[in-house]
């Protein structure tokens, strides 16, 4: 959900103080497509990497007998850290952000192939 949030204000963002919409070429827009993708996988990369940790140290560590879950990850996390949490964050955002480029380019062309160009945000009739 966040990806989809953060690509459309960025693309939105961009069109509306860099490049004309009107009169960009279906290459620029793809561009911008890509861009636009790329800092919104950056934000999902980021907004889920502390989860995606804990749930690695969870499955690789055994917890004790009759230590339930909560308990496992509060103790994990606290192990961790907030710098823990984010451990192999670079990674994950080359792997994560070219990958959400590649989609928002393609889902960008479909959209603009179909006559949607309007962003997901507008829910009524007034955008």
């Known amino acids: ?30 561009v911008v497509n890509l861009g636009s993708g790329l800092i919104a996988g950056f934000a999902a990369a980021i907004i889920s990497q502390p989860a995606d940790t804990m749930l690695s140290k969870i499955n690789k560590t055994k917890g004790l007998p009759g230590e339930g879950t909560t308990s496992r990850l509060i103790k994990i996390a606290g192990e961790l850290g907030l710098r823990g949490s984010f451990s192999g964050i670079g990674a994950r955002l080359f792997m994560v952000g070219t990958l959400t480029a590649g989609q928002f380019a393609i889902y960008g062309d479909i959209k603009r192939y179909l006559g949607k160009s309007r962003p997901l945000s507008c829910l009524t009739l007034e955008c």
């Open 1 to 30: 959900m966040a990806k989809f949030v953060v690509y459309e204000k960025v693309a939105e963002a961009v069109f509306k103080n860099f490049v004309n919409k009107d009169t960009a070429s279906d290459g620029t827009k793809t």
